[in-house]
């Protein structure tokens, strides 16, 4: 059964950094490309980075380019979110995604962690 | 940016009767539109992907479609258990967009 558990949330300052944890299992973590999607308090879906099998593709939403890095680590069946210049706009539950198979759309997702931008 | 929108905001059904949820691209996607099911304080369920290809485990109540940029998202007969947020999803270009969402609930 394919698991996915976010690690990593809680309340930050402004200005603030913080770093996200996935620990996936359950699956073959290297073949599988991977996404990040937040979800702001009581609003839509919003799609913010994803990483290739091998690390050698990234992709970023405007929001967050620049101040968000996406990485992984296939030996320890992680992936990551390493998040600075947090403003109260990121305040969201961060889930981390599995793709389905080779596009890019989620199909597989993790309970979330709510990460808390605020002074 | 392909900016989705969806229609109704809201949908408010009897169980047992049919609801039909529609998404618009602003471009086009082809088929590659995928459609999730929220309820409160879960993370999203893929319904749908590629338009019309349900995924493993949903019930076949659960239907989608595709005219150029206009999706559709059918349920039959609605369960109990429908009544939900539902969200479709373009993942043909980047930056990967989801619409507004459609929330389906007891009429």
């Known amino acids: 059964e394919v698991q996915l558990v976010e690690s990593g949330g809680g309340l930050v300052k402004p200005g603030g950094s913080l770093r996200l944890s996935c620990t996936a299992s359950?699956?073959?973590?290297?073949?599988?490309?991977m996404n990040w999607v937040r979800q702001a308090p009581g609003k839509g879906l919003e799609w913010v980075s994803s990483?290739?099998?091998?690390?050698?593709?990234?992709n970023y939403a405007d929001s967050v380019k620049g101040r968000f890095t996406i990485s992984r680590d296939n030996a320890k069946n992680s992936l990551f979110l390493q998040m600075t210049s947090l403003t109260a706009e990121d305040t969201a539950v961060y889930y981390c995604?599995?793709?389905?198979?080779?596009?890019?759309?989620?199909?597989?997702w993790g309970l979330g962690t709510l990460v808390t931008v605020s002074s | 940016e392909i900016v989705m929108t969806q229609s109704p905001v809201t949908l408010s059904v009897s169980p047992g009767e049919r609801a039909t949820l529609s998404c618009r691209a602003s471009?086009?996607?082809?088929?590659?539109l995928a459609w999730y099911q929220q309820k409160p304080g879960q993370a999203p369920r893929l319904l749908i992907y590629?338009?019309?290809t349900r995924a493993t485990a949903i019930p076949a109540r659960f239907s989608g479609s595709a005219s150029g940029t206009e999706f559709t998202l059918t349920i039959s007969s609605l369960q109990s258990e429908d009544f939900a947020l539902y969200y479709c999803?373009?993942?043909?270009?980047?930056?990967?967009?989801f619409g507004p969402g459609t929330k389906v609930d007891v009429k």
């Open positions: 990483i290739t099998r091998g690390s050698g593709y990234t």
């Open positions: 590629g338009a019309s």
């Open positions: 995604a599995r793709l389905l198979g080779s596009a890019w759309f989620s199909g597989y």
């Open positions: 471009q086009s996607v082809s088929t590659n």
């Open positions: 999803h373009q993942y043909n270009t980047w930056p990967l967009t």
């Open positions: 359950g699956f073959t973590f290297s073949d599988y490309a």
